[in-house]
């Protein structure tokens, strides 16, 4: 483990120092107001508090990380020259295809067509929806033995890896379908079409995590963990059906994959920015780990905390004005924005910026960037150390992570922090990784599922 603060780099290292020494005391005393100076935030603490509670949702606490357990193993080797049918639905579209691994592991999607999520555009009975969802995969299903449907909405997974609707988002108005088997519906709907195939239900972090056990095939890995770092967070890991308590009758001596939900993580350290903009979101203190480091939030975040210096004084009079009038941008407009403050669009482009005023804005917009990748990275390395596997360089742990805000997000060199604090926590302990990139990955894990399950 790392003695204490090392693994604390300074997260105003990379500031022109001899521009800054006027205002470089105000931005400092600032951060360290707002708790988000590189002393508020111990990784070590953090991944023992995650650890903890890791422990205290597999033994059912209702206060804890849910730990989600999907029943789906990864002990089976994926069938190759096989297609397989699969379904992703996870937002407004509903993507059909069907998969078949080469022999060396390659997957090769075919019949790939994109449709509209039954429920978008209007509303629909249940009856209808499965009758719907049935007729977007029957041409697949016809070429295929099984079905991975890849089912990323509120969810419980049944041990026959079916799943239970628990609430709609992205606004589906299809409200008679919550409580009901979603995999059950499809698989009777297609039966009464002479098309009785097994459908297996996943949702999309599971999906990516197994999307890297394809990577597999060609290269064996330890053990594997699944990022959803997007417009949302989430992470899976492989976890040993001896630690899963709340899981009676489960085989001590097999596994499975475990659904984290680890954007409602309770420990990490907040600040007053963090509470300001939370509080201006439809669901304040739902998922607060998330509103932190992923997509959908840190623009909002990012905007918050520029208005806040605002007020402290850390801008011209001018410019503070115009910050607190303006309105929160989206992440795509304040990650635009600190990768080149020049061209300063959305809800910047009112502001009158000075040089030095460019300056502060990007350095406080750093500050975000970089506190997201450690927290990021702090996350991931918690589910790799969970695993117990890497000690072996011939067998890391395969990291397969997925989603917009890692690959997309351009500022503070995002996914190189994200990198180099991952190594600086797992390296010293002896773990050996391999972080992977699966393209199409929900629908690749889909695959994996429906073949292997």
Known sequence: MFPRGRAHPNMLCFLPRLIFQKNMNTIQKFLVAQSLGPESLDAEAMLRR???????????????????????????????????????????NLRVATVCF?????????????????????????????????????PVAKKADSIGFCFSYPAEIT?????????????????????????????????ARGLDRPVTVLNDTVATLLA????????????????????????????????????RGLDPSGSMVINIESGCFPGAPRSPVDDRFEATTIDPGSYSFEKMIAGAYLGGLGGTLLQEAARAGCFTPDVARALLKMSLPSTREFDAFCAN????????????????????????????????????AINIAAAAIRTGAGSDPLHPVGITVDGST????????????????????????????????????????????????
Request: proline content about 7%; aromatic content about 8%; charged content about 20%.
């Open 406 to 453: 890692y690959y997309r997000t351009v500022s503070a060199a995002f996914a190189s922090r994200v990198q180099e604090q991952l190594r600086a926590l797992l390296v010293p302990r002896g773990i050996y990784y391999e972080l992977l990139h699966v393209d199409e990955a929900p629908i690749i894990g889909a695959a994996v599922a429906g073949l292997t399950q």
């Open 159 to 191: 041990p026959d890896r079916d799943a239970r609707l628990l609430r709609w988002t992205k606004q589906i108005k299809a409200p008679g379908v919550v409580g009901m088997m979603v995999g059950a519906g499809l698989r009777n709907r297609l039966a």
């Open 212 to 247: 890297g056990k394809s990577a597999g095939v060609a290269r064996r890995y330890g053990s594997y963990v699944g990022v959803i770092l997007g417009t949302g967070t989430n992470t899976a890991y492989v976890e040993r059906h001896a630690r899963i308590v709340k899981c």
């Open 341 to 376: 403050p020049f061209q300063a669009a959305g809800p910047f482009a009112a502001v009158p910026f000075s040089e030095d005023d460019r300056r502060t804005a990007l350095t406080l917009g750093t500050v975000i960037y970089v506190r997201a990748a450690r927290l990021a």
């Open 102 to 138: 080469d022999a060396a592991g390659k997957p090769h999607i075919e019949d790939y067509v994109r449709h509209p999520m039954p429920g978008t555009r209007s509303a629909i009975e249940p009856d209808a929806f499965f009758e719907t969802l049935a007729g977007m995969i029957e």
């Open 50 to 92: 995650f650890d903890a509670e890791m422990t205290r949702g597999l033994e059912g606490a209702a206060d804890a990380l849910p730990m989600i357990p999907s029943y789906v193993t990864i002990d089976r080797p994926v069938p190759t020259n096989k297609p397989v049918a699969v379904m992703d639905a996870g937002g407004t």
